[in-house]
Structure formats: structure tokens, C-alpha cells
């Protein structure tokens, strides 16, 4: 089957449905600061690899968080 992309209406009815969407501002601060060190430290990763190492460094840190908090 061909994947169709939904209309901006239809995303917007979704997202209506759905209710305000949650704050991830913590996320998507890591992501963006850690994209552009690892764009000048690997610039021959592409996107998904950056983001896949990016994501094993926020969980490392969100553990690393959560165990200093749990030990606290």
C-alpha cells in the first residue's frame, strides 16, 4: 500500500482532539544542542545514526539523573 500523507486540516482536527500537547522542551533542548556538537564531532553521520546516539546519551543522562535523585 502507498502511504499517503494526511492534510494539514486533518492534522489539526487530530491535534485539536487531542488536547494541548505536553511540554518536552528538556528533549528537544539535548536534541538540539547535541545534534549540532555531533554534527562538527562526526559530520559523516547522517541524521537517523545522530539521533539514534542521541537518544542512548538522553537516556544515559535521564537515569543518571533519576539514580542521583533516588539515592538523594
Known amino acids: 500500500m502507498a ?3 494526511s492534510s494539514p486540516s486533518t492534522t489539526k482536527k487530530a491535534s485539536a482532539a487531542l488536547g494541548p500537547i ?3 522542551a528538556p528533549w528537544q533542548d539535548f536534541r538540539t544542542r547535541e545534534d549540532a556538537r555531533l554534527k ?3 559530520p559523516t553521520l547522517n541524521s537517523k ?5 542521541i537518544s542512548k546519551l538522553y537516556a544515559a543522562a535521564k537515569a543518571e539523573k ?3 535523585e533516588h539515592e538523594a
Open 49 to 53: 545514526l545522530r539521533r539514534k546516539k
Open 66 to 68: 533519576e539514580n542521583a
Open 3 to 5: 502511504r499517503t500523507k
Open 40 to 42: 562538527k564531532e562526526f
Open 22 to 24: 505536553p511540554p518536552y
